[in-house]
């Protein structure tokens, strides 16, 4: 086996952090409210996810004005993407090698 | 330590996620079959009442206050239909516990929207220029438009019906006499047909 689970991304190993990652591949970018709307989170719990996710440097924020009101943005870095389609990879050829 | 078991779950939950945060999901197939109920209704109208059927492209046969009954009429018929569809995927979005008001469903209306309005503007135009013949033709064909980009966005069957509506567009332009049979059976007949198909593939 030349792939292992050593090589998954420790940053990947919660589903809220998946789930982030995984919106975020589709979209350009995504405010808060939408991210917490897709994954049924609470603010609190979503926020730890980000702040974690945006220290690896797989997360981009960029923050705004609508209407007066404070908007947030996340895009994935290319840094993100790489890491990202890195663990897919991995998580297919762990799931093959066991078949 | 995870199992294998585990990374299967994983990859379809990216793949869930993937597609509901790319995907409006909540499209209704029963406003399909609303819509397609009330354009054969709205043909039999405009065919019977007003004895609208227009054989050439440049047609004038009818007097202009029926013209502007009929501006109404269809102008009601695509408010309707529009009314129709917000509320039932409204309905739907919630049994789904999703947003109807989410990223995708923005971009879903706003790829819809340019091609409706830039129909919209030229039907107008065609109005003034009194080419009445071409504005059965223009509806379908801007429309099968909408739904090829909007497919995108949503069931990827939609770009299918979106083709259908071009060429049926396209064959009313040619064969003017038919615009309002071949309207009748794109707007009415074949959405009836693709609602009812797409209820029984994904909501039931």
Redesign the interface.
């Known amino acids: 086996m030349k792939l292992s689970?050593d090589d998954l991304h420790k940053a990947f190993e919660s589903?809220v952090r998946?789930?982030i990652m995984?919106?975020l591949?589709?979209?350009d970018g995504?405010d808060f409210t939408?991210l917490k709307?897709?994954?049924?989170v609470t603010d609190g719990n979503l926020a730890t996810h980000i702040k974690k996710l945006e220290k690896e440097g797989f997360l981009e924020v960029e923050k705004s004005f609508i209407d007066n009101k404070p908007n947030t943005t996340y895009y994935m870095t290319t840094e993100g993407k790489k890491a990202f389609e890195e663990h897919?990879n991995v998580?297919?050829e762990?799931?093959k090698s066991?078949k | 330590m995870k199992e294998e078991q585990d990374y299967i779950q994983d990859l379809a939950e990216i793949r869930s996620m993937m597609e509901r945060s790319s995907k409006f999901l909540s499209l209704s197939g029963l406003a399909g079959v609303m819509a397609g109920v009330y354009a054969l209704a709205g043909a039999y109208v405009a065919y019977e009442l007003f004895d609208f059927n227009p054989d050439k492209v440049v047609y004038n046969s009818f007097d202009s206050s029926s013209g502007s009954i009929l501006i109404f009429l269809a102008t009601a018929i695509l408010f309707l239909a529009i009314g129709t569809a917000i509320f039932l995927s409204w309905k739907k979005a919630n049994q789904r516990n999703e947003n109807v008001w989410n990223v995708s469903s923005q971009q879903m209306m706003i790829n819809m929207a340019v091609p409706l309005i830039a129909g919209g503007f030229f039907i107008l135009i065609l109005l003034e220029k009194n080419l009445i013949g071409l504005i059965t033709p223009t509806t379908l064909l801007f429309y099968g438009l909408a739904l090829y980009t909007a497919s995108k966005f949503t069931y990827n069957d939609v770009k299918l019906l979106g083709l259908i509506q071009i060429v049926l567009g396209l064959a009313s332009a040619w064969f003017v006499e038919y615009s309002l049979l071949l309207w009748a059976l794109g707007f009415g007949v074949i959405h009836i047909i693709y609602g009812i198909y797409m209820h029984l593939k994904y909501e039931r």
Do not use: K, M, P, T
């Open positions: 689970i589903r998946l789930g995984s919106a591949a589709v979209n995504l939408s709307n897709f994954l049924d897919l998580l297919e762990i799931i066991q």
